[in-house]
């Protein structure tokens, strides 16, 4: 199972809104709805954002929000802060001997 | 308050063995599947194994498939990673996490594996 693919890099201003795509196949994000997304800041352990593609856990921001269309899934960062600068991975579901298909990463700067 | 605390990193020859500790605590640990993920120096997440709740279910990584083997003790909370065989390609953060469903609700803070001569 291949990684997903997602840009090395996205930036925006504070404020701003970015977007952080997530490309995988008709056999992982096209087949199922079970799509997550991790925050890591330098030195510290992944944190869930999303989950089920478009779901938020208690406590996470408003503004992060997931999307799916197709093959492709989408990390929203909207009202951009300074603690929002992370890498961010995006993780498929793959059926039961693949629970997860992470992504290339992304590392989010606030300019 | 959910706690998962690896254990047992450290460094190693290639072609040794080194065996992994997670303590989980502040949830029905038996209720739930453990996976472990690693993360190369200044690489991605890569996942590496999954275990069910009662242990019915356990899948691998091709990378680790044959050398690793996951488990878990339910009496004692705590799941683990033998890991044999072990290659410099497998020198990484190990960290467990908790499974809910295809996503990892909660992560430990990691332990360092370095496979050096």
């Known amino acids: 199972q291949s990684a997903l693919t997602q840009p090395a890099s996205v930036s925006g201003s504070p404020g701003q809104s970015i977007t952080i795509s997530c490309t995988g196949t008709?056999?992982?994000?096209?087949?199922?709805?079970?799509v997550s997304w991790y925050q890591q800041h330098p030195g510290k352990a992944p944190k869930l954002m999303i989950y089920?593609?478009?779901k938020r856990p208690s406590g996470v921001s408003n503004r992060f929000s997931g999307s799916k269309s197709g093959n492709t899934a989408s990390l929203t960062i909207s009202g951009l802060q300074a603690e929002d600068e992370a890498d961010y991975y995006c993780?498929?579901?793959?059926?039961?001997?693949?629970?997860?298909?992470f992504g290339t990463g992304t590392k989010v700067t606030v300019l | 308050e959910v706690q998962l605390v690896e254990s047992g990193g450290g460094l190693v020859k290639p072609g040794g063995s080194l065996r992994l500790s997670c303590a989980a605590s502040?949830?029905?640990?038996?209720?739930?599947?453990m996976n472990w993920v690693r993360q190369a120096p200044g690489k991605g997440l890569e996942w590496v194994s999954s275990?069910?709740?009662?242990?019915?279910?356990?899948y691998y990584a091709d990378s680790v498939k044959g050398r690793f083997t996951i488990s878990r003790d339910n009496a004692k909370n705590s799941l683990y990673l033998q890991m044999n065989s072990l290659r410099a390609e497998d020198t990484a953060v190990y960290y467990c996490?908790?499974?809910?469903?295809?996503?990892?609700?909660?992560w430990g803070q990691g332990t360092l594996v370095t496979v050096s001569s």
């Open positions: 993780c498929s579901y793959a059926g039961s001997s693949t629970p997860c298909v």
């Open positions: 996490a908790r499974d809910k469903v295809a996503h990892f609700d909660y």
């Open positions: 275990i069910s709740s009662s242990s019915s279910y356990i």
């Open positions: 502040g949830f029905t640990f038996s209720s739930y599947s």
């Open positions: 008709s056999s992982d994000v096209g087949s199922y709805n079970l």
């Open positions: 089920e593609v478009s």
